[in-house]
C-alpha cells in the first residue's frame, strides 16, 4: 500500500470521527458508518497502519472492528439494508 492512500483513508477516517464527534456514542457511530460504506479492502489497508495517525474516536472505532464488535446500525441514514452499501 502507498503511503499516499494510507494518508488518505487516515485522514477519512479522522473526518468522520470529527462529524461523528457528538453523537450519543461516537464510537460506535464512525464503526458503524465505516462498515456500512467502505469497503472490505479499505477497511484493511487502515487496520494495516495500526492506528497510526487517528484522532481517538477513530482509533477506538477501528479497534472495535478489528475485534469483530462492529455495531449494528445506529440510524436509518447509516443501514445499508435501507440504502444499500458500496462496502464490499
Known sequence: MSG???DKLTYMANQIARNMGHDEAPVASVADHIVAFWTPRMIGMLLAE????L?????DAMTRIAAGRIPPPQTRATDPA???SDAG
Not at 484522532?55 to 482509533?59: G, N, Q, R, T, V
Request: net charge negative.
Open 50 to 53: 495500526q492506528g497510526a495517525g
Open 82 to 84: 435501507v440504502h444499500g
Open 4 to 6: 499516499h492512500t494510507a
Open 55 to 59: 484522532d481517538p474516536i477513530a482509533a
